[in-house]
């Protein structure tokens, strides 16, 4: 017996020794989840788009080559009718170099606002992806604390029901005690497989996230004290998110470029000036063979007149599109406002709610303690100590998911300002057990 326990308590210490913390967890995110995965792709892609508007400003060069069977029939004056077959060809390089193209360079500002949107939007992946693994991470936890909290109901509720059984024996209950002892026990067993349910069903959430079955985790240490958020103001942090919340962002340089999408396409209207130099070689293999080699370089003006009304239905198409952007703004600026509220409104009140859970609980176990005494002495009966354990049980649960909820506030609230990073991961590691 003695080795049998001595090879489970160095278990334990072995399971301990590799609990996984919620640093570990997200940098496992980083590598394995596949939605940042896919906003990672996202963010290189749309950093092709500068390169590509770019482009639009840059020297165009290409080659061309063509080849021509001919049949003709010759009559120089004064001589007599000649005929034959004969290949002609030539091939030439053109460079056109843009000197006025208002739409190209408009694009090119647009390529650099649109990579911009991708570094903002990648962002937003990043700081979705902290609050993902964060919420994963305590549900993990929380499902394990309303696991062991009905667990111990349940072993209490099975104490009661032998000590009711016992009692009924000698005669000190009645009958009506044992079956409510029963009715606990097999309440309590009920809501032990279904904590058991809910724990694996956030195991498999979080293991979706870090692409592999979670170790067992760290817990809060025990005592921890929640910090207030910094500043202590909510009309700051509302402030904050409305500027700089990355949802606000990302929408202001949407708008920016509707704006400039509004002024590429008016440009459709304007003249455009390129640079155009060319070599060309021309083959004439008739009777008498030819080669003609032409260099040349000039300016080249393009004036359009009338494209079918392509032009002014694309130019009210543009700057409809941008009141649409002003409107997605104002809406982003609002949510960010009342994201920051709630969050703000979520950590206060978590707090409080943890204090009084904090209160309630030990309450809760002196309660369980003089219904325990009072039932041994007579004052009370088996109903009374049932009642105190269940209480004492959802008092525990409420006060994990409470400091859970609050912590996540704080993330959220970080979020809304778009300040979320990585140090904020390492702050929550910091509040739980090695």
Not at 314 to 332: N, Y
Not at 353 to 367: F, G, M, P
């Amino acid at each position: 017996m003695k080795r049998v326990l001595a090879v489970l308590v160095a278990g334990l210490f072995a399971g301990a020794a590799a609990a996984a913390d919620l640093m570990q967890v997200y940098q496992d995110a980083l590598a394995n989840d596949a939605k940042f995965s896919a906003a990672r792709a996202q963010l290189e892609a749309g950093q092709e788009k500068v390169v590509q508007g770019r482009a639009g400003l840059l020297p165009q060069v290409g080659m061309d080559a063509n080849t021509t069977r001919n049949d003709a029939k010759l009559k120089p004056v004064g001589a007599s009718p000649r005929e034959g077959s004969y290949n002609s060809n030539g091939y030439g390089v053109q460079l056109t170099q843009p000197l006025f193209r208002w739409q190209n360079w408009v694009q090119f500002k647009q390529g650099e606002l649109q990579t911009a949107l991708a570094e903002t939007q990648f962002g937003i992946a990043r700081q979705d992806l902290v609050l993902r693994v964060a919420e994963a991470y305590f549900n993990v936890l929380n499902a394990q604390d309303a696991l062991a909290a009905v667990t111990q109901l349940r072993t209490a509720a099975g104490e009661q029901l032998e000590l009711a059984k016992t009692s009924f024996e000698v005669g000190t209950v009645t009958i009506t005690d044992v079956h409510e002892a029963q009715s606990r026990f097999d309440l309590a067993s009920a809501q032990e497989i279904a904590a058991q349910n809910l724990l694996e069903v956030a195991r498999q959430t979080l293991a979706q996230i870090i692409g592999k079955q979670p170790e067992a985790l760290a817990g809060l240490r025990e005592g921890v004290a929640l910090q207030r958020p910094q500043p202590e103001n909510i009309v700051d942090w509302v402030a904050a998110a409305e500027s700089g919340g990355f949802g606000v962002q990302a929408q202001q340089l949407v708008r920016e470029i509707a704006v400039r999408e509004v002024e590429r396409a008016r440009a459709g209207h304007l003249p455009t000036v390129d640079v155009v130099a060319r070599h060309g070689v021309n083959n004439d293999l008739q009777l008498s063979a030819g080669r003609n080699e032409v260099s040349s370089v000039g300016l080249q003006l393009n004036v359009p007149l009338f494209a079918g009304g392509r032009v002014s239905s694309v130019s009210r198409e543009a700057a409809a599109l941008r009141m649409k952007a002003d409107a997605d703004l104002e809406d982003a600026r609002r949510s960010a406002a009342l994201a920051a509220r709630q969050s703000w409104l979520g950590v206060t009140s978590g707090m409080a709610q943890v204090k009084a859970l904090e209160a309630a609980r030990v309450s809760s176990t002196s309660a369980l303690d003089a219904n325990k005494l009072g039932y041994e002495v007579g004052v009370r009966i088996n109903i009374d100590v049932l009642n105190a354990q269940t209480q004492l049980a959802d008092t525990l649960q409420k006060l994990a998911r409470a400091r859970y909820d609050t912590l996540l506030a704080q993330l959220r609230l970080k979020a809304a300002a778009g300040t979320l990073g990585e140090d904020d991961v390492r702050a929550i590691n910091a509040l739980l057990a090695p």
